[in-house]
């Protein structure tokens, strides 16, 4: 398995909507995409993406809470990622 650090900054509340809702709605596309593709080569839906796809959703919203109380209260962020990678069987 190999940890790796995506960000690891400060930001303003502007910034890190700019961030964090990017990535979050391009792993939405994504797996719409996803869908879509199940739907056209298979005529059915793809559970697990249509599941990360209400995931992702739930995060945008708490995202949406946080910034906004950070904007509200002239506050930073301070924001770390990680993403972790490894083999599958």
Not at 30 to 41: E, M, P
Not at 74 to 83: A, G, R, V
């Amino acid at each position: 398995m190999k940890k790796i650090n995506l960000m690891n900054g400060e930001f303003n509340s502007i910034e890190a909507r700019e961030i964090l809702l990017d990535m979050c709605n391009k792993n939405i596309n994504f797996n719409k995409v996803q869908n879509f593709s199940s739907q056209i080569r298979f005529g059915e839906d793809d559970e697990k993406a249509l599941n990360r796809i209400n995931q992702l959703k739930e995060s945008v919203s708490s995202i949406t809470e946080i910034l906004e109380e950070a904007k509200a209260h002239n506050k930073k962020l301070k924001i770390k990622s990680f993403i972790e990678i490894e083999y599958e069987d």
